[in-house]
């Protein structure tokens, strides 16, 4: 099939070469990584060869989102090509955002996909109303799907006819050609098999498409990770007491719960100096068995131990219709974890957040956790920041993947980069001269003063977006201290949106990433700062992991993440062929990231060279 007999608009430049090569890609088996700006059109240049490529080999398409808005672009890009061509295809969200009973129930909101999918099998077992009218209507709604309607709609058709809309998705997973499903639905290898039973395929079967790729070092990295804080704890030593739950050698699981908490808190005195530090092998076991007084087998025995009576309280709950939930599950599940992390790239963390101490079995090397990328019949990767691409297909486990960066469609001279030498956040510098900070925050001061234009500032993270902020003295700005809420940060932005003015955050942050400020509403973007990752026990580990390999240690722990973090920030200012916009980034250091950022001007006065742009 032409793959240009399907596409639904006059292809821009560059365009169709791209739909040209990912089509002969698809149908080879092949891997790429493209990076290509907002506006080039990446979401139809990828769905049309898809689309083409699967129906010639009898294979499905499996499109993988970061955000909801994005498995909207997916339809609605599907809705232009089925004007030319007959598609069906679906977006798939999570039952916490689908099902019926999470808007009734405060406690299931807050479920995990696993016990959310748990007490939805419990449902459909004991004949609910929701599921049964789905098979009552199945045919009506399969062709209500049909017509390609947006996640809302679908919530909105179901939830008038009492019908489960989850289900009803799920339902047509075996017929659509294109599935477009959250990241972890197909990449965490706990909740893919389920897809995939769905859909009716194996992973050969599928042609991915993972949209906002940039992310997926971390997400890989945290796929095979895990995390226990002394919250955790409490509720698992409660959950304990209530249930008198009795482990070997007639320990309350409630007293091992405590005297892990007083490992915890002993490790991170002798061991943290700043954030986190790594625990050499075996320590916490140890430390353990001696105040418990049992060996290292015995204690393995105890996990489990524990996991099995989590297991039977959260097997109990959902006989109650409440969620399969269990704390000890998660403590027993852990520490098997902890004791059995015996590959080379698992490392044993011990931190400190908010003041409590928390342990992190932590993986270093994010291509362990994202192997299907190499099991799919093809594979396509692709986002607007992916530089270093090198350093991108490494942690992504593709080295032999087609790379391809394009250009952005909108002309060069809408968009200015600015970089002031006199100043810098390295540490070591403001650490020496206080009056750094301050020279920081008057040019900060400065540049908003004369450029009077909807502004954000980000800085490199919150401890110097609080020690600086205050001395710039703009009152009436909308600041994420770190301290906000999803919701409250959510209504912060709207307000800026609605109003305008200063909008200050952090680089990497959420609102540095993944918003759209269309139009006029950004068109100054001050970066304080290089954001490189804090050079933390995690960082460097990182950095010593690649480096024993033979790798770039540094581009791969600091300079590749402070890279595509500055890039996503910029990226803000230019969303349409009509936005304009100034980039002001106050660090001499910036000139080393001319390679991935592109033509900068060197100026120490830059609210001056900001001006005369606008």
Not at 324 to 333: D, E, F, H, I, K
Not at 593 to 610: K, Q, V
């Amino acid at each position: 099939m032409d793959p240009f007999s399907i596409f639904p608009y006059e292809p821009r430049p560059m365009q169709g070469e791209l739909v040209a090569s990912l089509h002969r890609l698809f149908l080879a088996g092949g891997r790429a990584i493209v990076e290509a700006g907002t506006g080039f059109g990446k979401t139809v240049a990828a769905l049309v060869p898809a689309v083409s490529a699967a129906r010639e080999l009898g294979k499905r398409v499996v499109y993988a989102t970061r955000t909801l808005s994005q498995q909207r672009q997916v339809m609605v890009e599907l809705r232009r090509i089925a004007e030319r061509e007959e598609v069906f295809g679906v977006a798939l969200q999570g039952r916490s955002h689908l099902c019926p009973y999470v808007f009734e129930d405060r406690e299931l909101r807050n479920g995990t996909p696993e016990e959310l999918s748990r007490f939805c099998s419990r449902m459909r077992k004991e004949g609910d109303e929701y599921y049964n009218n789905l098979l009552l209507h199945r045919d009506e709604a399969i062709a209500f799907l049909r017509t390609l309607p947006m996640p809302e709609e679908v919530l909105a058709w179901g939830m008038e006819r009492r019908i489960c809309p989850y289900e009803l998705l799920r339902e047509a997973l075996g017929e659509a050609l294109v599935v477009a499903v959250p990241y972890n639905y197909f990449l965490s290898p706990s909740i893919r098999p389920r897809l995939l039973d769905s859909m009716g395929v194996s992973e050969e079967d599928v042609i991915l498409i993972v949209d906002e790729a940039h992310n997926l070092p971390d997400f890989g990295r945290e796929l095979r990770s895990a995390r226990l804080t002394t919250w955790t704890l409490r509720a698992a030593s409660s959950e304990a007491e209530r249930n008198g739950v009795v482990l070997l050698r007639g320990i309350p699981a409630a007293d091992l719960a405590s005297a892990l908490e007083v490992v915890m808190h002993s490790l991170m005195e002798e061991l943290v100096e700043e954030e986190d530090a790594v625990v050499p092998p075996g320590e916490v076991e140890s430390r353990l068995g001696r105040l418990l007084g049992v060996n290292r087998t015995e204690l393995a025995y105890m996990a489990v131990q524990l996991y099995e009576a989590g297991e039977a309280i959260a097997a109990q709950r959902l006989k109650e219709g409440k969620l399969p939930r269990s704390y000890l599950r998660y403590l027993g599940a852990f520490l098997e974890h902890w004791m059995g992390a015996r590959e080379e790239d698992l490392i044993h963390i011990v931190g400190v957040e908010g003041g409590r101490p928390y342990l992190e079995v932590y993986a270093l090397d994010p291509a362990r956790g994202l192997l299907v990328l190499r099991e799919t019949h093809a594979t396509l990767l692709m986002s607007g920041t992916l530089r270093p691409l090198d350093v991108f297909a490494e942690e992504t486990g593709l080295p032999d993947a087609e790379t391809l960066s394009l250009p952005s469609p909108f002309p060069r001279r809408n968009r200015l980069v600015i970089y002031d030498p006199s100043v810098t956040t390295r540490y070591e510098v403001l650490r020496r001269d206080p009056r750094m900070a301050e020279e920081i925050a008057h040019r900060v001061r400065r540049i908003l003063d004369e450029v009077d234009r909807n502004a954000a500032v980000f800085f490199p993270s919150y401890d110097l977006l609080n020690r600086i902020w205050p001395m710039v003295g703009i009152p009436g700005a909308y600041v994420d201290d770190g301290s906000l809420g999803q919701a409250e940060l959510m209504r912060m932005f709207t307000d800026f949106l609605e109003g305008g003015g200063v909008l200050v955050s952090v680089a990497g942050g959420r609102l540095a990433e993944g918003m759209d400020y269309p139009g006029t509403k950004l068109e100054l973007v001050i970066l304080v700062g290089i954001p490189y990752p804090k050079p933390t026990a995690k960082a460097r580990a990182i950095e010593r992991y690649y480096s024993d390999r033979g790798k770039n240690g540094w581009r791969h722990a600091f300079e590749a993440p402070a890279a595509r973090r500055m890039l996503q920030a910029i990226g803000r200012l230019i969303r349409s062929e009509r936005d304009r916009g100034v980039a002001v980034i106050l660090d001499r250091r910036a000139a080393r990231f001319r390679r991935y950022i592109g033509e900068m001007l060197r100026s120490t006065r830059p609210w001056e060279a900001a001006r005369a742009f606008f």
